[in-house]
């Protein structure tokens, strides 16, 4: 059973900064190609960032390009997400997702090309 459990949100001040942290359980995680994701009020689920299997190679949308970077530990099934410079508009349920995709390290940039993901935790930056 694949597990993913995100943790290290909570509320910060508008420039501050986080790393949200994903622990992945129950799958080949150096298998893996691995995202975030986030969810604000009413909006539906975007894409944050997404990682290869390898971690060579990364993805961001505009909106957090030079904020935010997604790296990973396969020895430790870890995935993180260090936010910098952090905007109210970031306000959301981060969600963490994963896709196994032995052949290829290529990196995942849609919510349907997942088939796991974890709960998600909050993130709030405060103006």
């Known amino acids: 059973q694949v597990q993913l459990v995100e943790s290290g949100g909570g509320l910060v001040q508008a420039g501050g900064s986080l790393r949200l942290s994903c622990k992945a359980s129950?799958?080949?995680?150096?298998?893996?190609?691995m995202g975030w994701f986030r969810q604000a009020s009413r909006n539906e689920r975007e894409f944050v960032a997404a990682?290869?299997?390898?971690?060579?190679?990364?993805s961001y949308p505009d909106s957090v390009k030079g904020r935010f970077r997604i790296s990973r530990d396969n020895a430790k099934n870890m995935v993180y997400l260090q936010m910098n410079s952090l905007k109210p508009e970031d306000t959301a349920v981060y969600y963490c997702?994963?896709?196994?995709?032995?052949?290829?390290?290529?990196?995942?940039?849609?919510?349907?090309?997942?088939?796991?993901w974890g709960q998600g935790t909050q993130v709030t930056v405060s103006s």
């Open positions: 990682i290869s299997k390898s971690g060579d190679s990364v």
């Open positions: 129950g799958l080949a995680f150096s298998s893996a190609a």
């Open positions: 997702a994963g896709e196994i995709y032995e052949n290829y390290d290529i990196i995942l940039t849609r919510l349907d090309q997942y088939s796991s």
